[in-house]
């Protein structure tokens, strides 16, 4: 966020959370093969990962940051604000995490291959990347609601479609609706956040809001687990659409309102000043 260009702190969040999404793709389409067919191999690949991480982060360590003040007042102020996110970052980590450890089992049971999904993959891809620019846009100039709660409520309708008998047979349907919905959503949340943290204590309020998002993708297994075994593939989609509308309906509690979160409705250009 700080070295981020006035104006466009949404996109910046979202592009750089969204720096992770090759490796998790990786890791669920390559290293689970290898994992089951070569399991040293698949260990050795994955510390060699590891150990280039480090020297990434090793990197950084000269990186020089332009200086923010702290504020002063209590070092406590301004974390109100963040702390009303946390259960929605729960959450919305929660519903994707269903699936990840029931992507191959759900192929199988839909008789599906990897192959199957590259067209509507690409389709998805190519949406998501168009939608969440001009979302990512809409949240700089104007405001992130108008970004995340339509977000939110494609991603409902999302699962609930994949919920419906018949899954395979609507990839192409639900392709362009997954990445308009997560476009939206992530250009939404991503600007939200980036108002919401406090100043002065960005690292420490950002951090917090990784790890409970992190907490949903842990405890979202287990969860779709338990669906899966109760009620089948259909069970895992319609949980997923619960707690997106559940989310959804926490934003508009009264008090939870998305103007209080973010009260500064600032419109800025997409030119930078000099």
């Not at 592009?15 to 290898?34: E, F, K, T, Y």
């Not at 939110?152 to 047979?169: H, I, K, Q, R, S």
């Not at 990839?171 to 956040?193: D, E, I, K, Q």
Request: net charge positive; proline share 8%; charged share 10%.
């Amino acid at each position: 966020q700080v070295l981020a260009r006035p104006g466009h702190i949404a996109r910046a969040l979202t592009l750089s959370s969204l720096s992770v999404a090759p490796a998790i793709l990786g890791g669920v389409l390559g290293v689970g093969p290898l994992m089951q067919a070569h399991p040293g191999a698949a260990w050795a690949l994955l510390a060699g990962v590891q150990g280039a991480a480090l020297l990434l982060a090793l990197s950084l360590v000269r990186l020089h940051l332009p200086g923010t003040g702290v504020p002063s007042g209590s070092v406590w102020q301004g974390w109100a604000r963040v702390a009303v996110l946390l259960p929605a970052a729960f959450a919305q980590t929660l519903a994707p995490g269903l699936l990840v450890t029931l992507f191959y089992p759900l192929l199988s049971r839909l008789g599906l291959s990897l192959g199957d999904l590259i067209g509507p993959g690409l389709l998805a891809l190519a949406v998501f990347g168009v939608c969440l620019w001009r979302a990512g846009r809409l949240a700089d100039r104007a405001h992130p609601r108008r970004a995340l709660t339509p977000g939110l409520l494609l991603l409902a309708l999302t699962f609930g479609v994949a919920a419906l008998p018949g899954l395979e047979t609507r990839l192409w349907l639900l392709a362009p609706l997954l990445g308009l919905s997560y476009g939206a959503f992530s250009a939404g949340w991503n600007g939200l956040v980036g108002r919401v943290l406090p100043a002065g204590h960005r690292a420490a309020a950002w951090g917090t809001v990784m790890a409970v998002e992190s907490l949903g993708y842990a405890v979202g297994p287990l969860l779709g687990g338990l669906a899966w075994a109760q009620a089948g593939p259909a069970g895992v989609f319609t949980l997923g659409a619960a707690v997106f509308l559940l989310t959804e309906g926490y934003y508009l509690l009264p008090g939870r309102s998305l103007t209080r979160l973010a009260p500064q409705e600032n419109k800025p250009s997409d030119q930078p000043t000099g």
